[in-house]
């Protein structure tokens, strides 16, 4: 074999760019959440967030070092994303030992147990939280009134949220101001919609994720809310819905990697969630139905391939 002929393995388009550079800017993406969260919530916010971050920290740690022989570093920016992504979706007065078994279900079942990074089948920070609402359900729907609980953290005064109070997105007016900017009730990093909508743009403008599955669920919801006749603007603003459809949906490992079967996967998961909320137990639906196209997301790839280069119609 001549010396000019290097024979690598995959892949062989090269670039600068590194899963830890992308697990950056996502957690980028999440800092004006962040800031919102922490005017509405206060101390409550920022103890889960540390809470969460920290847990899924040291369970990878704990579960590369030490039961998977592996050498791995202390803080994983994985595993503090799955953290700050956990705690997003949790309410800002849980008790610390909840979180920190719900940090421990999402790192140990939801990604360690598939064997790690790019394993894993279902979103990890999803999994701890739908462990946590079907184990502890009575904290995990009791939602802290913003602003007043700033400086409150486990005797936080709670209220219903927007779509548990009015009939799960019915035909109604919305509190504009309330929704855009995060006076309204909800998980941590649900509350400001506009914070949410920024960072997917940059997101998107940095190219760490495409369009194709947040705009296809969106719009699968607007749909599907005029077919029912409720409000698209509630159905979308209201809830988690921006949230798992700009950071949980676009996972890549547990979502579908042609532009095909990204919009597939992306319309199911907007019409699941708009069924969940209008006609099942949970007044939120967004977390099952990103779930249930995880588990999905092979079947899409093996039957959605994006084209071959070269290939033609027969």
């Known amino acids: 074999m001549s010396e000019l002929l290097v024979v690598t393995g995959s892949p062989h388009i090269h670039t600068r760019d590194t899963t830890e550079r992308a697990f950056w800017r996502v957690t980028a993406a999440l800092l004006p ?18 809470l969460a971050a920290t847990g899924c920290v040291v369970t990878e740690f704990i579960i590369a070092r030490y039961l998977m022989g592996r050498q791995a570093p202390f803080v994983s920016m994985s595993a503090l994303l799955t953290g700050i992504l956990l ?12 979180v920190l078994i719900g940090s421990a279900v999402a790192i140990g079942i939801g990604k360690m147990a598939f064997g ?14 739908v462990f946590l609402l079907l184990s502890f359900p009575q904290q995990m729907t009791s939602w802290p009134l913003p602003i007043v609980n700033r400086v409150r953290y486990a ?7 927007s779509l548990s109070e009015t009939g799960e997105g019915a035909s109604r007016a919305m509190d504009w101001a309330g929704e855009l900017m995060g006076a309204t009730g909800g998980s941590i990093g649900e509350i400001s919609a506009i ?29 599907m809310s005029l077919c029912i006749g409720s409000n698209p ?5 209201e809830g988690g819905l921006l949230l798992g459809a700009i950071f949980m949906a676009t996972d890549y490992v547990t979502s579908p990697m042609s532009h095909k079967g990204m919009i597939f996967y992306g319309i199911m998961i907007g019409a699941i969630t708009v069924i969940i909320r209008h006609w099942g ?3 939120e639906g967004v977390s099952f139905a990103i779930l249930l196209m995880n588990g999905a997301t092979p079947l899409i790839n093996r039957y959605m391939k994006p084209k071959k280069t070269g290939e033609r119609r027969p």
């Open 33 to 50: 959440a962040f800031a919102c969260a922490l005017y509405a919530f206060g101390i409550g916010a920022l103890i889960v967030t540390a």
């Open 87 to 98: 705690a997003f979706n949790l309410p800002s007065n849980l008790p610390a030992w909840i």
């Open 116 to 129: 790690g990074l790019g394993c894993n089948i279902f979103n990890p920070a999803l999994v701890g939280r």
């Open 155 to 161: 005797d936080a005064v709670t209220g219903a949220t």
């Open 195 to 223: 914070a949410l909508i920024i960072g997917g743009i940059y997101l998107i403008l940095s190219k760490t994720i495409t369009w194709h599955i947040p705009v296809s669920i969106l719009a699968a919801v607007a749909v």
């Open 233 to 237: 603007a509630v159905e979308i603003l």
């Open 281 to 283: 137990a949970y007044p």
